[in-house]
């Protein structure tokens, strides 16, 4: 049995595991540890727990160690380097008149790379722009176009709930979400109340999904024709979370009904 720890290098980012080595951590802790690129700041997102080697025996990187004071002094040193190539690099933007929109800037913990996000709505010749942030800044420029969804989880903001944004306080990975999931919630079709701050479809589409689904499986579909107290009538509309039906009659009637309060019609050819 190893022990692995999660680790975590922004706020709602992806938790990566890494040996713990003979350190005592707990939740919270700031850690540098061992990356692909060199030396990583981060914090203790899922204190050490027991992994089967027949799970995944894959080699982890190790914690180096605990964040000193100059660590800490070094990571807020790199905070201001990400404010003035921010603001340098939009500045270069606008003159070389390039179609994109920067969003965020970062640092890796030694300052030998700083990585620029932005979006755009198609490829974009940033050579010239690369060549003035390595003459001002003497480092590794990279340059990194993310999708729309990346861009609202990297900088927040405020949902139509009125709550924090979903993808920057706890979705780690975002998941399919399509226009049949506002249709199985008899949610309104129209665009701009199901779509979220990125602009795409709301993630917390996906969440009841699956509950509705399963709540369908003992209704009748819509467009069955059903026998009443009233007379026959055609479902129109399903409301799961009442558990009740729409019915509508031949003479253009619509009630609402109880799963109980009616039966399937022998014949249902009829339109």
């Not at 964040?67 to 500045?91: G, I, M, S, W």
């Not at 779509?195 to 069955?224: A, D, F």
């Amino acid at each position: 049995m190893t022990k692995v720890v999660g680790i975590r290098f922004k706020p709602t980012g992806k938790i990566y595991d890494f040996d713990p080595g003979a350190f005592v951590l707990k939740s919270g802790d700031r850690v540098i540890v061992e990356t692909e690129k060199g030396l990583g700041f981060g914090s203790v997102a899922l204190p050490p727990r027991s992994l089967d080697e027949t799970t995944d025996n894959r080699p982890q990187k190790k914690v180096y160690r605990l964040a000193t004071e100059q660590d800490f002094k070094q990571q807020e040193k790199n905070r201001r380097t990400e404010e003035v190539a921010h603001e340098y690099c939009l500045d270069c933007i606008r003159d070389l008149g390039l179609e994109m929109n920067l969003f965020s800037v970062e640092s890796t913990f030694d300052a030998s790379r700083l990585t620029f996000f932005f979006t755009a709505e198609g490829r974009v010749d940033f050579r010239q722009l690369v060549k003035m942030l390595v003459k001002k800044f003497r480092t590794r420029i990279e340059m990194r176009q993310v999708g729309i969804r990346n861009q609202a989880k990297m900088c927040g903001g405020l949902g139509r709930c009125g709550r924090v944004l979903c993808c920057s306080t706890f979705i780690d990975k975002f998941e399919p979400v399509s226009i049949r999931m506002a249709k199985e919630q008899n949610l309104s079709l129209n665009p701009t109340k199901i779509s979220g701050q990125c602009g795409r479809l709301m993630c917390c589409l996906n969440y009841e999904n699956e509950t509705y689904q399963k709540l369908k499986e003992n209704y009748p579909r819509v467009g069955t024709w059903v026998e009443t107290g009233e007379g026959p009538g055609k479902i129109i509309r399903l409301n799961v979370i009442c558990s009740r039906v729409s019915i509508k009659f031949e003479n253009g009637a619509i009630i609402e009904k109880g799963l109980n309060q009616f039966t399937i019609a022998k014949e249902n050819t009829r339109k």
